[in-house]
């Protein structure tokens, strides 16, 4: 299946999102997160881009940037490949790091820019992760709550909520935490890859078969007694489909919650 190509904006903005290979973690642990920063700063220093927001998951990252000298294409392959290189040294591996190549989209107005910026800074709040976006660490908001200057070129997406400081600061606080109704380009949905499974009913007809083959019906997977062939249900099916977890969550009567901390969990 051909690769889409990129789409180009004319506002060199853009939303980035990487992925780790084969779903796994690219940061272990916290010293892993301040290395990709540093190089983030490293390559921004460089006059190759501009830094508007990002996000540091244990399995994905999302940046918000503009073009600078660099295109969007060249500065991501150098980031990559930095921190693959420092990855690999230290956990004493070889192979792919991240995903395939990176995707990303293209911010053309400054309503889409803000929006973005509050749906990156909950990345952690939607993931139960944290409360509010203020506790978690290893995003660019709180640097958005502070007046002085760092490495998040905040003075632009600033200025869109007013030209006072304090008052742009209150303003976007308020802004981040109401609810977000837009659409936009989601790690689980942008990577998703063509799997031999392509319906939910081709997917009803293989979780029947495997229960038939287990000697179980739908209703016996509730409870403590089958939650071994329920797990390994639930990971088939996320791994041999592109449903949802609310999807698969309604084929096996439940909740797609249940599903998420299951394929969370492996």
């Given at each position: 299946?051909p ?9 060199k ?6 992925r780790g ?5 690219i940061?272990?642990d916290d010293?892993?997160?301040s290395?990709?920063?540093?190089i983030?700063i ?7 881009y501009?830094l ?5 998951m244990?399995?994905h990252l999302?940046?918000?940037?503009k ?13 990559n490949?930095?921190?693959?290189y420092?990855f ?28 973005l910026?509050?749906?990156i800074?909950n990345?952690?709040?939607?993931a ?6 203020n ?5 660019s908001?709180?640097?958005?709550l502070?007046?002085q ?8 997406i600033l200025?869109?909520?007013?030209p006072d400081r304090?008052?742009?600061?209150h ?8 609810q ?9 949905e942008v990577?998703?890859?063509v ?8 997917a ?5 078969r495997?229960l ?8 016996h ?10 797990g ?7 791994e041999k489909t592109?449903?949802?977890?609310r ?8 909740s ?5 901390r ?5």
């Amino acid at each position: 299946m051909p690769r889409q190509r990129r789409k180009i904006g004319l506002s060199k903005i853009y939303h980035v999102i990487a992925r780790g290979n084969e779903r796994k973690d690219i940061f272990l642990d916290d010293e892993d997160k301040s290395k990709f920063i540093q190089i983030i700063i490293n390559k921004k220093r460089k006059n190759e881009y501009t830094l508007y927001a990002y996000c540091l998951m244990n399995n994905h990252l999302h940046l918000l940037l503009k073009e600078g000298e660099g295109n969007i294409s060249r500065v991501m392959r150098r980031i990559n490949t930095a921190y693959a290189y420092y990855f690999n040294k230290k956990y004493n591996r070889v192979g792919h790091v991240f995903q395939d190549r990176f995707r990303s989209e293209p911010v053309e107005n400054d309503r889409y820019l803000i929006s973005l910026i509050q749906y990156i800074h909950n990345n952690p709040v939607k993931a139960k992760i944290a409360n509010q976006p203020n506790q978690y660490k290893w995003s660019s908001y709180l640097f958005y709550l502070k007046e002085q200057k760092s490495i998040i070129d905040k003075e632009e997406i600033l200025n869109l909520f007013s030209p006072d400081r304090s008052k742009a600061i209150h303003l976007l606080t308020e802004f981040s935490h109401q609810q977000n109704n837009d659409t936009f380009m989601d790690y689980q949905e942008v990577f998703r890859e063509v799997k031999e499974i392509t319906s939910v009913k081709k997917a009803k007809e293989y979780a029947s078969r495997y229960l038939k083959e287990k000697g179980l019906q739908t209703g016996h997977l509730k409870g403590k007694v089958n939650k071994e062939y329920r797990g390994k249900l639930i990971l088939e099916l996320k791994e041999k489909t592109n449903l949802s977890y609310r999807e698969i969550g309604n084929i096996l009567g439940f909740s797609r919650w249940t599903v998420e901390r299951k394929v969370n969990k492996k």
